[in-house]
């Protein structure tokens, strides 16, 4: 058998890491956008690049006989999963997307939900002068024309231009702590927080800081997933699924 999982995620990982443990005889390609200068690679052969859109990705779903696709990549890959979804159609394999949950607000937040980068850019100003920006280095540009605000922007790689004239860039990778993010809100003097809704523990507890603070946060909304693709948010679910989709060829994988 042989699994094809669009990755990049801890959920990614951790699946590969799963199938390489309890089931050997499964053949698992994980395959990376390529995006990040040194990720951290899954068990199992590893891709790194694009296909070429939903008919390169067909092509190689056929001619490497993938028997099940695994769309386990950032709730905010839009792009890759529209075109999982197309690719896994025409070539009659089955598609799973594998997403953490989203966060969701608690007494004392002061959330303000935005539905893309741009909406985000346009709310700052009427909340805060100093913002910690951890949308990652893609999508500067929505931010760029902002002169007016000051930005610590935190990504795992340097950001290309454009980004705000006013900015300074943290580089580091979660998991985050909660010491360490109360640390980095009060030493910058953040006054906002802009966040994408990427669920997840690792980089939580920057809105525990922020509600702590008592400081607004802009969230993203992540896009849906695809009509009519089937949504598990645990490594353990998407293992079941498996199981079960492809137990008329003798694939198990025991809990």
């Known amino acids: 058998m042989h699994v094809l999982i669009l990755g990049g995620t801890t959920e990614a990982r951790r699946l590969a890491e799963t199938l390489a443990a309890d089931a050997p005889d499964v053949k698992v390609t994980s395959s990376l956008a390529g995006r990040v200068a040194a990720p951290r690679l899954p068990p199992g ?43 896994a159609a025409t070539a009659h394999v089955p598609l799973l997307a594998l997403r953490r949950p989203g966060w969701v607000p608690g007494e004392g937040d002061v959330w303000h939900e935005a539905g893309s980068l741009e909406e985000a850019a346009d709310l700052l100003p009427a909340l805060g002068r ?15 024309h902002l002169d007016d605000l000051w930005f610590l ?20 990778r979660g998991p985050f702590t909660l010491d360490g993010e109360r640390g980095v809100l009060r030493r910058h003097r953040v006054d906002v927080v ?15 800081a922020a509600r702590e ?31 079960e989709r492809l137990d008329l060829d003798g694939f198990r994988v025991d809990d």
């Open 45 to 87: 052969e590893v891709r790194v690049g694009g296909f070429g859109g939903a008919e390169g990705l067909a092509e190689w779903l056929v001619a490497h006989d993938v028997d099940a696709l695994i769309d386990a990549t950032h709730p905010f890959a839009g792009t890759i999963s529209l075109n999982a979804a197309a690719a």
């Open 130 to 144: 100093r913002v910690f920006l951890t949308t990652g280095r893609m999508g500067l540009a929505a931010f760029a």
């Open 153 to 172: 922007v935190r990504s795992v790689d340097a950001p290309e231009p454009p980004h705000p004239l006013h900015t300074e860039v943290l580089i580091d």
């Open 194 to 208: 802009v966040t994408k809704d990427s669920g997840g523990a690792a980089t939580a507890p920057k809105l525990t």
């Open 213 to 243: 603070a008592g400081l607004p946060v802009v969230v993203v909304r992540r896009p849906p997933v695809p009509e009519g693709v089937c949504v598990v948010d645990d490594p353990g679910q998407a293992v079941q699924w498996l199981g």
